[in-house]
């Protein structure tokens, strides 16, 4: 059985709101933003429609994360959608996937 505690497992255990918290929280340590108040108006977004699908009180919906994606081009929107992968997309564009039923490895760009 998985350690439930370890972050690895929290990483792919995640909902939709906890994946779109976690973009967000990324993009404002990473500074491309100032807070999440900031992030919403550069979304075009109202912080508190921001904030109430944080929290839970709205739905976080796939355009909100379509957005959020759109914004910075590292963050994964499949990751985002269905929680498979990674939440970044690492800088030279290329993600490894699973093994195939062949057994070789498949990649995606995403320049």
């Avoid at 690895?8 to 491309?32: C, P, Q, S, T």
């Avoid at 550069?42 to 976080?60: H, M, Q």
């Avoid at 796939?62 to 990674?86: H, Q, V």
């Amino acid at each position: 059985m998985p350690c439930t505690s370890c972050e690895a497992y929290k990483h792919h255990h995640m909902d939709k709101r906890e994946r779109g918290r976690a973009m967000i929280d990324w993009l404002v340590y990473n500074r491309f933003a100032n807070s999440r108040g900031d992030l919403a108006l550069k979304l075009g977004y109202n912080p508190t429609v921001l904030s109430a699908s944080i929290t839970g009180r709205n739905p976080f919906s796939d355009k909100m994360g379509r957005k959020i994606c759109a914004f910075n081009k590292r963050l994964n929107i499949e990751w985002f959608l269905t929680g498979e992968g990674e939440m970044l997309i690492p800088e030279n564009g290329i993600i490894m996937h699973r093994k195939t039923s062949s057994g070789s490895k498949s990649k995606s760009s995403y320049n």
